[in-house]
Each structure stands twice: as C-alpha cells, then as structure tokens.
Nanobody, 136 residues
C-alpha cells in the first residue's frame, strides 16, 4: 500500500520561506503525478490545488502562488518538494500531498470539504498534511 508522509511545516514570519517534503513509501512505479493541496480555516474551507508536477516534469501553480512557490521532485528519493518563498498570512493552511494517476480526469482545482475533511475523489493517495502558519 502506497503511503505519503509530509514534513517541513511550521510557523514563519510573513515574507519568510519554508520547504515542504512529501515522501512516498510502498509500491510505486516510476515517477507518479504528485501535487499539493491546502485547506485553510481549520478544515472549514475546501481544499484548493496549489501545485502539481507530472511524471514528465510539467508543472502547474495556482495563480496566487506563481513566482513564490516552486515544486520539484527527486525520483531516486521518492520525494516531492514545495519550496515556498515570500510567504503571506493567506498561505496559512494544512498542506496535503497527493498522488493522481496519469489518466483523465485532470487534477481538480478544488476538493469539497465534508466534516472538515476533503473529498479526494479520483486521487489515488492522500497524505495527512502538515500545518503551515504565516504570522504578520
């Protein structure tokens, strides 16, 4: 069974930086399509897609993080990273790592929250999340 383990969250001043890591364990083949979602407001908000990187190394960023966040992967270490620079208070959220198959449909830009948890739909694997708090 494939599992994801996120790390690197914490509290940082506005304008600061953090690097999140997500390591895959279990049976994986090649470079999966991996991405990051975030959920703010203690679970009241929906999960929004922040970034993803495909097995072909193409990437996507939510408009509000373009130019500030960078996604990368180390295939040998089964790890994907999210470098977050010039953080803002509105970046405060629990960040979840996820794996999606290469087949359609594409990544959902928003996952509905139900009872504080996001409905992960066609995602194959969902991580427990790491909290990022940006203080002004």
């Amino acid at each position: 069974q494939v599992q994801l383990a996120e790390s690197g969250g914490g509290s940082v001043q506005s304008g600061g930086s953090l690097t999140l890591s997500c390591t895959t364990s279990g049976a994986t083949y090649g470079a999966p399509n991996m991405g990051w979602y975030r959920q703010a407001s203690g679970g009241a908000d929906d999960c929004e897609l922040v970034s993803y990187i495909s097995s072909r190394s193409t990437s996507y960023y939510k408009d509000s993080v373009k130019g500030r966040f960078t996604i990368s992967q180390d295939i040998a270490k089964n790890t994907v990273y999210l470098q977050m620079d010039r953080l803002k208070p509105e970046d405060t959220a629990v960040y979840h790592c996820a794996i999606k198959s290469a087949t359609p449909p594409p990544w959902s830009e928003r996952l509905q929250s139900r009872g504080g948890n996001c409905l992960t739909g066609n995602l194959e694997v969902w991580g427990q999340g790491t909290l990022v708090t940006v203080v002004s």
